[in-house]
Protein backbone atom coordinates (compact mmCIF):
# COMPACT_ATOMS: atom_id res chain seq x y z
CA UNK A 1 0.00 0.00 0.00
CA UNK A 2 1.16 3.54 -1.05
CA UNK A 3 0.37 5.21 2.48
CA UNK A 4 2.59 2.57 4.39
CA UNK A 5 5.79 3.67 2.14
CA UNK A 6 4.55 7.52 3.22
CA UNK A 7 2.48 8.54 -0.07
CA UNK A 8 0.03 10.97 2.10
CA UNK A 9 -2.28 11.55 -0.99
CA UNK A 10 -2.68 7.67 -0.60
CA UNK A 11 -4.13 7.83 2.81
CA UNK A 12 -6.42 10.73 2.08
CA UNK A 13 -7.58 7.85 -0.89
CA UNK A 14 -7.60 4.65 1.61
CA UNK A 15 -9.88 6.77 4.71
CA UNK A 16 -13.48 6.66 3.13
CA UNK A 17 -13.16 3.09 1.52
CA UNK A 18 -11.94 1.58 5.37
CA UNK A 19 -13.66 3.67 7.39
CA UNK A 20 -17.25 2.15 6.84
CA UNK A 21 -15.45 -1.20 7.26
CA UNK A 22 -14.47 -0.19 10.41
CA UNK A 23 -17.25 1.78 11.75
CA UNK A 24 -19.30 -1.93 11.11
CA UNK A 25 -16.80 -3.62 13.16
CA UNK A 26 -16.57 -1.41 15.89
CA UNK A 27 -20.28 -1.35 16.43
CA UNK A 28 -20.31 -4.94 16.00
CA UNK A 29 -18.31 -5.15 19.10
CA UNK A 30 -19.83 -2.44 21.00
CA UNK A 31 -23.27 -4.47 20.40
CA UNK A 32 -21.68 -7.46 22.67
CA UNK A 33 -21.09 -4.97 25.50
CA UNK A 34 -22.91 -3.88 28.46
CA UNK A 35 -25.78 -1.60 27.66
CA UNK A 36 -24.78 1.35 29.77
CA UNK A 37 -21.67 1.24 27.42
CA UNK A 38 -20.13 5.23 27.00
CA UNK A 39 -17.82 4.04 24.42
CA UNK A 40 -19.16 4.70 20.78
CA UNK A 41 -18.45 3.18 17.71
CA UNK A 42 -17.70 6.61 15.80
CA UNK A 43 -15.19 7.14 18.65
CA UNK A 44 -13.73 3.89 18.75
CA UNK A 45 -13.15 4.30 15.39
CA UNK A 46 -11.65 7.75 15.33
CA UNK A 47 -9.38 6.35 18.45
CA UNK A 48 -8.02 3.26 16.26
CA UNK A 49 -7.62 5.92 13.42
CA UNK A 50 -4.98 8.05 14.89
CA UNK A 51 -3.45 5.01 16.37
CA UNK A 52 -3.00 3.59 12.18
CA UNK A 53 -2.14 6.70 11.18
CA UNK A 54 1.19 7.07 14.14
CA UNK A 55 2.14 3.96 12.60
CA UNK A 56 4.68 5.75 9.82
CA UNK A 57 6.80 3.47 7.16
CA UNK A 58 4.81 0.25 7.67
CA UNK A 59 4.52 -1.67 5.16
CA UNK A 60 1.06 -3.29 4.60
CA UNK A 61 1.16 -6.80 3.07
CA UNK A 62 -2.82 -7.14 2.09
CA UNK A 63 -6.38 -6.21 3.50
CA UNK A 64 -6.07 -8.60 5.55
CA UNK A 65 -2.95 -7.39 7.10
CA UNK A 66 -4.23 -3.86 7.68
CA UNK A 67 -7.40 -5.42 9.30
CA UNK A 68 -5.28 -7.46 11.35
CA UNK A 69 -3.64 -4.92 12.89
CA UNK A 70 -6.67 -2.74 12.98
CA UNK A 71 -8.58 -5.43 14.92
CA UNK A 72 -5.55 -5.99 17.49
CA UNK A 73 -5.88 -2.04 17.88
CA UNK A 74 -9.90 -1.96 18.73
CA UNK A 75 -9.50 -4.85 20.95
CA UNK A 76 -6.62 -2.91 22.65
CA UNK A 77 -8.98 0.15 23.09
CA UNK A 78 -11.97 -1.75 24.23
CA UNK A 79 -10.06 -3.49 27.17
CA UNK A 80 -8.54 -0.23 27.91
CA UNK A 81 -11.91 0.87 28.34
CA UNK A 82 -12.95 -1.56 30.17
CA UNK A 83 -9.83 -1.74 32.62
CA UNK A 84 -10.57 2.16 32.97
CA UNK A 85 -13.98 1.24 33.65
CA UNK A 86 -13.97 -1.26 36.18
CA UNK A 87 -11.27 1.09 38.31
CA UNK A 88 -13.35 3.67 38.08
CA UNK A 89 -16.34 1.51 40.23
CA UNK A 90 -13.85 0.92 42.84
CA UNK A 91 -12.24 4.45 43.09
CA UNK A 92 -12.91 6.50 46.56
CA UNK A 93 -14.41 3.32 47.71
CA UNK A 94 -13.64 0.10 49.89
CA UNK A 95 -14.54 -2.71 47.86
CA UNK A 96 -16.60 -6.06 49.31
CA UNK A 97 -16.14 -9.27 48.46
CA UNK A 98 -19.92 -9.50 46.93
CA UNK A 99 -18.70 -6.13 44.48
CA UNK A 100 -15.76 -7.69 43.35
CA UNK A 101 -17.89 -10.62 42.38
CA UNK A 102 -20.54 -8.62 40.42
CA UNK A 103 -18.15 -6.50 38.77
CA UNK A 104 -16.91 -9.81 37.57
CA UNK A 105 -20.02 -10.96 36.36
CA UNK A 106 -20.23 -7.75 33.91
CA UNK A 107 -19.42 -7.64 30.45
CA UNK A 108 -16.13 -5.65 30.71
CA UNK A 109 -15.53 -8.31 32.97
CA UNK A 110 -16.00 -10.32 30.37
CA UNK A 111 -13.71 -8.30 27.90
CA UNK A 112 -10.66 -8.35 30.43
CA UNK A 113 -10.96 -11.76 30.93
CA UNK A 114 -10.65 -12.97 27.77
CA UNK A 115 -7.71 -10.31 26.66
CA UNK A 116 -5.69 -12.30 29.44
CA UNK A 117 -6.89 -15.45 28.44
CA UNK A 118 -5.75 -14.08 24.26
CA UNK A 119 -2.32 -12.96 25.69
CA UNK A 120 -1.84 -16.28 28.03
CA UNK A 121 -2.63 -17.94 24.29
CA UNK A 122 -0.39 -15.92 22.60
CA UNK A 123 2.62 -16.89 25.05
CA UNK A 124 1.36 -19.98 24.23
CA UNK A 125 0.62 -20.23 20.17
CA UNK A 126 1.09 -16.95 19.17
CA UNK A 127 -0.52 -18.26 15.61
CA UNK A 128 -3.82 -18.99 17.18
CA UNK A 129 -4.32 -15.84 19.12
CA UNK A 130 -3.38 -14.06 15.83
CA UNK A 131 -6.07 -16.16 14.39
CA UNK A 132 -8.70 -15.38 16.78
CA UNK A 133 -7.83 -11.89 16.59
CA UNK A 134 -8.11 -11.49 12.89
CA UNK A 135 -11.22 -13.61 12.75
CA UNK A 136 -13.29 -12.11 15.61
CA UNK A 137 -12.06 -8.94 16.02
CA UNK A 138 -11.02 -8.38 12.43
CA UNK A 139 -14.22 -9.66 11.17
CA UNK A 140 -12.09 -12.06 8.12
CA UNK A 141 -13.17 -14.70 6.66
CA UNK A 142 -10.84 -17.93 6.87
CA UNK A 143 -9.41 -17.59 3.24
CA UNK A 144 -8.75 -14.00 4.32
CA UNK A 145 -6.33 -15.58 7.34
CA UNK A 146 -4.76 -18.20 5.67
CA UNK A 147 -3.76 -15.47 3.36
CA UNK A 148 -2.59 -13.24 5.73
CA UNK A 149 -0.91 -15.51 8.06
CA UNK A 150 0.72 -17.56 4.46
CA UNK A 151 -0.66 -20.75 6.03
CA UNK A 152 -3.79 -23.00 4.35
CA UNK A 153 -7.52 -22.76 5.21
CA UNK A 154 -7.45 -26.17 6.84
CA UNK A 155 -4.48 -25.12 9.20
CA UNK A 156 -7.00 -21.38 9.76
CA UNK A 157 -9.78 -23.88 10.67
CA UNK A 158 -7.87 -26.55 12.80
CA UNK A 159 -6.21 -23.18 14.88
CA UNK A 160 -9.36 -21.45 15.27
CA UNK A 161 -11.38 -24.61 16.59
CA UNK A 162 -8.09 -25.11 19.27
CA UNK A 163 -8.00 -21.75 19.83
CA UNK A 164 -11.59 -21.39 20.66
CA UNK A 165 -11.60 -24.34 23.33
CA UNK A 166 -8.49 -23.31 24.56
CA UNK A 167 -9.83 -19.75 25.40
CA UNK A 168 -12.97 -21.30 26.71
CA UNK A 169 -11.11 -23.46 29.61
CA UNK A 170 -8.95 -21.06 30.48
CA UNK A 171 -11.57 -18.13 31.02
CA UNK A 172 -13.51 -21.02 32.97
CA UNK A 173 -10.92 -22.16 34.85
CA UNK A 174 -10.12 -17.97 35.85
Same mark, same amino acid.
Given at each position: ?20 E???? #? !??? @? %????? +? &??? =??? *???H ?11 V ?10 ? #? !??? @? %????? +? &??? =??? *? ?7 V ?8 A ?12 ? @?T???K ?13 F ?37
Open positions: MEWGRGNPQALEELTPLVYALRQL #A !ASY @L %RKERP +D &HTL =QPT *ALVEAYLRLVGQQKNWQYRSHFFGV #A !ARL @L %RQILV +D &HAR =QHR *AGKRAGRKSLEDTVGLQGRSGDLVALDDA @LALEFDARKCKVIELRYGGLEVLEISQALQVSAITVRRDLKVAESWLYHEMRRG
